[in-house]
């Protein structure tokens, strides 16, 4: 899934037919494992988002273009809902704690 993110908005049907299925039989399996595309999209977007982020030679507009988001401040808001700070401030504490030895 990672690879439509750049491009477009990763839908039901494109995924499904990369894994040789049909899109309700994808909806019903996730539904099964007590989650939904949305939710693996989202988690798929926040846990990239916190990897691109430590590094300083991507830039966050650069991080947003890569999970699919045309507007940075759509990208802020997301991150903002995810985590509670902005990408900047955790890129600075992510960037704090790796000088103390911490594996943030």
Do not use: C
């Amino acid at each position: 899934m990672t690879d439509e993110l750049p491009d477009r908005e990763p839908t039901v049907a494109v995924i499904a037919d990369k894994l040789h299925m049909s899109g309700r039989s994808l909806q019903r399996r996730l539904h099964q494992e007590g989650t939904s595309f949305t939710a693996v999209l989202t988690d798929l977007r926040r846990d990239r988002a916190l990897r691109y982020l430590k590094d300083r030679r991507i830039s966050i507009s650069e991080v947003a273009f890569l999970l699919g988001y045309l507007d940075v401040s759509a990208f802020h808001r997301s991150f903002k809902r995810w985590t509670g700070t902005t990408p900047q401030e955790y890129r600075l504490t992510a960037r704090g704690n790796r000088a103390l030895g911490s594996n943030v």
